[in-house]
């Protein structure tokens, strides 16, 4: 301390100088840690409705893209695998077109069997049908003679046996070709079921199974189905309206859909029908401010050909007129000016 003045004061000299000191650090770091405030525009266009929708009562919904047909998941009867696959995801297939073929070796070993045994049986027939033949000539011969002396009745017997005898072997024959043709069939049947068709025509969506992969008919380790398919000429909208706005939509009218993140590129879809059950929302577009805890009414709308606008299982966003609304009692966009006019002179007239 003896080299400061005897007069000098700390508290009164150097905290100020301190506390400025560390006021101007603190504005620097809150200054370099302020948010960046300018204005850019969003990753995703918000979807907004257009054209007379946009000043007129409208009903918001989201939906999914989904085939014409619905989803078709396609599965195997019987176990086993895959010899060969003959379809890939973007194929277009036609009813009753392979799709894949599961190792039918054991089967076709059956099918062999069963056909030497229809074999074995037609010759037990020919043989027995002969014996019974030959049986029933002798026994026919020894009684056209006339005196009982020629023939013995050890004879006779011996020829009745005989001929009951062939006729048995006939009828177990005959009962063993009915088996084999049986065991035949039941292996062709099994046989068709190892070779997996197209049950409708339409696009392959996806393929989850490789040729040398085990197939059951519990479905595969990952539970995704073997083959996803569906008629996508046309494609089909299914739309969720909330459980609040059922009574307020307008079914029938057209609908404005857009890709989701894609508000400019705009269709017009056309209703096809609502579905009678309202049921639990699935289809989720993870929004924060999205509610899970409600029921919705699924509408299922047809798209236009948009040329790979849309693809199945793309969200999308929608807007249909609501009731009431001009666009929506007038039908489709194109036909609504024309509708305002005819409505116009008929008020004229009254």
């Known amino acids: 301390m003896a080299l400061l003045p005897e007069n000098f004061s700390f508290s009164r000299k150097v905290l100020p100088v301190i506390a400025v000191i560390g006021l101007i650090i603190a504005a620097i770091f809150i200054w370099n840690g302020l948010p960046d405030r300018e204005l850019s525009d969003p990753d995703q266009e918000p979807p907004r409705a257009s054209g007379q929708l946009a000043d007129s009562a409208r009903v918001a919904g989201a939906g999914l893209v989904e085939p014409s047909s619905e989803l078709v998941d396609i599965g195997t009867a019987l176990p086993g695998i895959i010899t060969d696959l003959r379809v890939q995801a973007g194929d277009f297939v036609e009813k009753g077109q392979v799709l894949f073929t599961v190792d039918d070796r054991a089967i076709r070993s059956s099918l062999n069997e069963s056909n030497a045994a229809i074999a074995e049986a037609r010759a037990s027939i020919n043989e027995a049908q002969t014996a019974r033949r030959t049986a029933q000539q002798q026994l026919a011969l020894y009684r056209q003679v006339e005196d009982a002396a020629a023939v013995s009745r050890s004879e006779v017997i011996r020829a009745e046996g005989e001929a009951s005898a062939a006729n048995s072997r ?124 409600v029921r919705v009414l699924q509408v299922l709308y047809q798209l236009p050909e948009t040329d790979g606008l849309f693809r199945v299982g793309q969200q999308v966003d929608a807007f249909i007129p609501a009731k009431g609304d001009k666009t929506a009692e007038d039908g489709p966009a194109e036909k609504t000016a024309e509708s305002g006019d005819k409505g116009a002179e008929q008020g004229d007239g009254e």
């Open 170 to 293: 006939l009828q177990l024959a005959r009962s063993r070709l009915n088996a084999a043709e049986a065991r035949a069939g039941s292996a062709r049947t099994e046989l068709g079921r190892l070779t997996v068709r197209a049950p409708m025509a339409g696009e392959i969506l996806a393929v989850n199974i490789r040729p040398g992969e085990f197939v059951s008919t519990q479905g595969g380790g990952n539970s995704a189905p073997f083959i996803r398919m569906g008629e996508t000429r046309p494609l089909y909208i299914r739309i969720d309206i909330d459980e609040a706005d059922i009574n307020r939509v307008s079914m029938g009218a057209p609908a404005t859909v857009s890709p989701r993140g894609a508000a400019g590129e705009q269709v017009q879809a056309s209703f096809v029908r609502a579905e009678p059950l309202v049921v639990p929302k699935t289809s989720l577009t993870n929004s924060a401010a999205e509610r899970v805890d």
